[in-house]
């Protein structure tokens, strides 16, 4: 099925241990993000990457770690989870079309969920 | 910093009536303000947008009102259904750098039959 997928959609883990979550997205869209939602805080930008092999922080990158090997694949790593990080993760992507004026619509995966005990 | 403000965080409406929701930002630089709608347990979805070139844009029940003097948004849902029950958030970006979408806390929308 078209669209963007994540996965696992729901993770338990303690304090130390490594996590990845994985995101995969079958329009070929060039921009790929995550973000973090949190009650009270809405959604954070975590990174972003605007093509394959090029990647950049966002708002929150903090104990978090990306790769865009293929277009396709995003995955977010957090390398020594923390309390801090159990948050709902989404995975989106977009691309734009080539005109000075921004139109891209941010498309979303079902989400992640993150529990770090 | 937060740069965009929403508010309300809740709102109650009864079926039929008008649901409103406003956002504020300060960066004049912003060019395309979107409003997200998310159901429990999914993604958001873009809903509707608007750039600042227009004061207002309608997409059948729903509708942005834009007041760029007062860096303001709203979305307006006329007669609200059980249906638009959701959470929603709106948000603010910059010309071509989709890494720069801002968004607000979000208000969840509960419309009681």
């Known amino acids: 099925d078209a669209g963007i997928t994540q996965s696992p959609r729901y993770k338990i883990t303690e304090t130390g241990r490594q996590v990845t979550l994985m995101c995969h997205q079958t329009?070929?869209?060039?921009?790929m993000f995550w973000y973090r939602q949190d009650l009270g805080h809405g959604l954070r930008l975590i990174y972003y990457s605007a093509a394959a092999d090029i990647t950049d922080k966002g708002e929150v990158p903090d104990g978090y770690v990306v790769s865009r090997s293929k277009t396709e694949n995003f995955p977010l790593t957090l390398e020594s989870a923390t309390r801090s990080q159990t948050s709902v993760y989404f995975c989106a992507s977009s691309d734009w079309e080539d005109s000075d004026y921004f139109t891209g619509e941010l498309f979303f995966g079902e989400g992640s969920r993150l529990t770090v005990l | 910093q937060q740069q965009v403000k929403q508010s309300p965080q809740s709102l109650i409406v009864q079926k039929g009536g008008i649901s409103i929701i406003n956002c504020a930002y300060e960066n004049t630089a912003f060019d395309y303000f979107p409003w997200y709608q998310q159901f429990p347990g999914k993604g958001p979805a873009l809903l509707i947008a608007?750039?600042?070139?227009?004061s207002e844009k309608k997409e059948g029940r729903f509708t942005i009102s834009f007041n760029k003097s007062a860096k303001q948004f709203s979305l307006h849902i006329m007669d609200s259904q059980p249906g638009d029950s959701a959470t929603y958030f709106c948000a603010a970006s910059r010309g071509n750098t989709g890494n720069q979408f801002y968004f607000g806390t979000g208000t969840s929308l509960t419309v009681i039959p």
């Open positions: 608007i750039r600042p070139d227009v």
């Open positions: 329009w070929s869209h060039s921009y």
